[in-house]
């Protein structure tokens, strides 16, 4: 998916996004290292990428939305960021 399809998509359905296949890895990579970083039981991975993803589209999707700026920023970088 090209970065303007992505920033298009961010501002009409920001919910179809984050749910795709590349928003979706950034997600499971980030709390994969949260889990060994915090040394956290395996089985608390599961439940973290489900309370990651609740957060991600209801407020941090918000928060994308507004304060992403194309001119300074990747999207899906700025979505790692913020997660």
Do not use: C
């Not at 915090?38 to 507004?66: C, M, P, V, W």
């Not at 992403?68 to 920023?73: A, G, S």
């Amino acid at each position: 998916m090209s970065e303007s399809i992505q920033q298009e998509l961010l501002m009409v359905d920001p919910q179809k996004l984050f749910v795709s296949k590349k928003y979706r890895k950034v997600l499971q990579q980030t709390v994969h290292k949260f889990v060994i970083k915090k040394r956290l039981d395996k089985s608390a991975e599961k439940n973290l990428f489900q309370q990651l993803e609740t957060f991600i589209h209801t407020e941090a999707g918000e928060y994308i939305q507004i304060h992403f700026d194309p001119h300074y920023h990747l999207l899906l970088s700025f979505f790692e960021r913020v997660v």
